[in-house]
Each structure stands twice: as C-alpha cells, then as structure tokens.
C-alpha cells in the first residue's frame, strides 16, 4: 500500500517535496520510482518516468527533463521515500505517482505493479 502526500500549488522556480510512505510490505526489498501523468496527457499513454532510486539506495535514475533539479531518495528505517522537485517549471504541472518493484528496468512503467494514488503539482507561471 502506498501513499503520496505533499503535492501543491507553487510558482515557477519554487521547490516542493513529496513523501511516499509504504506498508504492508517490506518496504526495504523494494525499488522505489516516481512517474508523472499531465492532464493534457493522450489517453492510454503510459506515465512518464521521473525518477528511481535501488532498494539500498545507491543508484539512482533519472529523466533527463529533471536531471540536475529533482533529488530522489528513501529512508528504509521509515518506509519513506521522497522526490525533492527545485526549481520547478510549468511543463512539471502532473499527477506524480509513487511506484515500488523488483525491476529490471528502473524507467519502465511496466515493471512495476505497486502504485499510489497519486499527488497533485502545479506550477503557475
């Protein structure tokens, strides 16, 4: 079971930072992704990744239109998991999603079957 929280309504060059926290599993047996769906989104096309970070918390992947300004990380003593947006932009305005699983590919939206509900961010300009 995972929980998103910390979505918002900032202005562009703003930072935010959303928490995705885990139960129910072994939270540290789990990679840990985020993706993203903007409204305006085709339907039927699959969620865009973000960023993931590996069960132990050394690796870490990113999109290259993040790259340089979002943080991914984890905390395994608090089943916590975090992705530090800085210096947003309105091209970031989506529903961010919280994603855990074993995958073989970090960045692919099907390997993974653990979703939150996602959080809303919005970045005026």
């Known amino acids: 079971h995972l929980v998103e929280s910390g979505g918002g309504l900032v202005q562009s060059g703003d930072s935010l930072t959303l928490s995705c926290q885990i139960s129910?599993?072994?939270?540290?047996?789990?990679?840990v992704a985020w993706f993203r769906q903007a409204r305006d989104q085709a339907p039927g096309k699959e969620r865009e990744f973000v960023a993931a970070i590996t069960r132990k918390g050394d690796t870490t992947y990113y999109a290259d239109s993040v790259k340089g300004r979002f943080i991914i990380s984890r905390d395994n003593s608090r089943n916590m998991g975090y992705l530090q947006m800085n210096s947003l932009k309105p091209e970031d305005t989506a529903v961010y999603y919280c994603a855990a699983d074993y995958p073989d590919d970090y960045t692919d939206f099907w390997e993974y079957d653990y979703w939150g509900q996602g959080a809303q961010v919005t970045v005026s300009s």
């Open positions: 129910g599993e072994a939270f540290e047996n789990y990679a």
